[in-house]
């Protein structure tokens, strides 16, 4: 939602990855955002105006003097109604002028003119990225709180194989939702968040694991940067593809997830347990494969250690996390049953989760849950993705720490 209503103009150079600038616009403006987009005189000669104008229902800018005629003075106006200015792709050309603030046609003077935070996402031949002077160039815009989006490497223009690729789209709308949201409610914060579901090695073949899928944690991670937070998440035999602008952690069992968790805590304002944690592992790790010898089989399992309760013991310590937030998964008496372990494991707000049928919960996208808070405040939110879901949890996450 972040995107929602946004004002973005979309700077396109002239490079051959400018048809990818039409993936990206198209995306932004389904994802509800405003776009404008700003070609220069080259990038007319890799794809069409009306192709953007079409996309966008806006005319295109490409003349500074056209423009100029009708007394609205395109670059003032057009950096002006910016949220934010992201120049996909750019061309070592256009990098180097923005460097020196040469202003020789529309894009780059409504970027001098323009107190929106920037996005840049280089694209070019290998060797021209690598050379020295694009690299120093590319520093200085970082240095100046730009936004420095790939190059990726892979399969060049020129048939060669090197960095120089214009990141994807996906990571290109990351980067835009990171960027917007650098001065959000979390600015300035580390949060911390778990996701996905722990495994517990039986033998070299086989665990015992459970159904969560890691998105609700991954939403939440999202939309935790999208506020400003520097975010760390913590995931556990996920399938998702690593989200953009935070940093990723891999574990496998609780024992592993325990460890990473309570390293961080001294560091992290927020915690947020959305993983699925293995209470029992088998007391003993067969070292090959079990073998159907027997008609049957008893499996001895241990307790784990139950890393909110280890939190709280820390917290009272360090201070640290500010706030903390649980999950319950339950399959009957919901309510009395998060109840009972957001007091025990000292929670700030518990997040319950119905998982019994088959529409909301594990391994689908959308969620249902019940927000509760330790006054005996109860919130109860519908059906929804479990992006917006994350949106509603974190908004109050904010409220209630703030009034902490
Ligand atoms: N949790 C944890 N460490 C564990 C188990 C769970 O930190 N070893 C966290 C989960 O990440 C979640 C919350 O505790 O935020 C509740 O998890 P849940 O599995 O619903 O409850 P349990 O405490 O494990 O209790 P039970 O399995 O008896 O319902």
């Known amino acids: 939602m972040i995107l929602e209503g946004k004002h973005i103009v979309l700077g396109v150079t002239g490079g051959i990855a400018a048809y990818k600038a039409v993936e990206l616009c198209s995306s932004l403006i389904k994802a509800g955002a405003e776009v404008q987009v700003v070609m220069t005189p080259a990038a007319v000669h890799f794809v069409g105006p009306l192709t953007f104008q079409t996309l966008t229902a806006r005319p ?3 003349d500074t003097f056209q423009l100029l005629r009708d007394t609205d003075m395109a670059h003032i106006s057009l950096s002006a109604w910016a949220d934010v200015l992201v ?4 061309t070592a050309n256009t990098i180097a002028k923005l460097v020196h603030g040469i202003a020789d046609n529309l894009l780059l003077s409504t970027a001098l003119a323009c107190p929106a935070p920037l996005v840049v996402a280089p694209a070019m031949d290998a060797d021209m990225y690598a050379h020295p002077s694009t690299q120093a160039n590319l520093r200085v815009l970082a240095e100046r709180g730009a936004t420095i989006v790939g190059p ?9 194989i090197g960095r120089g690729r214009l990141v994807n789209t996906s990571e290109l709308l990351a980067a835009i939702r990171a960027t917007l ?3 959000g409610a979390l600015a300035g914060t580390h949060v911390l968040v778990t996701a996905g579901g722990t495994r517990e090695p039986l033998d070299p073949v086989r665990h015992l694991g459970n159904r969560s899928s890691g998105k609700m944690g991954y939403a939440l991670a999202e939309a935790a940067r999208d506020m400003g937070a520097k975010v760390t998440l913590v995931h556990a035999n996920t399938q998702l593809p690593a989200i953009c602008g935070i940093e990723m952690l891999a574990v496998e069992t609780a024992t592993e997830m325990h460890q990473a968790v309570l390293e961080r805590v001294p560091h992290t304002d927020l915690l947020i347990m959305a993983a699925a944690v293995a209470d029992y592992r088998p007391v003993q790790r067969a070292e090959h494969k079990i073998k159907k010898d027997a ?3 008893t499996l001895q399992l241990e307790r784990t250690l139950d890393i909110l309760q280890a ?3 820390q917290r009272t310590a360090s201070g640290n996390p500010g706030f903390v937030v649980g999950f319950a998964a339950e399959t009957q008496d919901l309510i009395a049953n998060a109840q009972v372990k957001l007091a025990k494991k000292r929670l700030d707000l518990m997040v319950a989760n119905d998982v019994s049928g088959s529409d909301s919960g594990f391994e689908v996208g959308q969620n249902r849950v019940i927000l509760l808070q330790p006054d005996g405040k109860q919130e109860v939110l519908s ?3 479990k992006s917006e879901a994350a949106e509603h949890i974190l908004a109050r996450v904010v409220e209630l720490w703030r009034r902490a």
């Open 60 to 62: 295109v800018s490409i």
């Open 87 to 90: 120049i996909a792709p750019a």
């Open 152 to 160: 990726d490497e892979g399969r060049l223009a020129s048939g060669r």
């Open 181 to 183: 949201g650098r001065q």
């Open 295 to 297: 008609d049957d089989l």
């Open 311 to 313: 939190v709280a013991d």
């Open 383 to 385: 059906l929804m993705p």
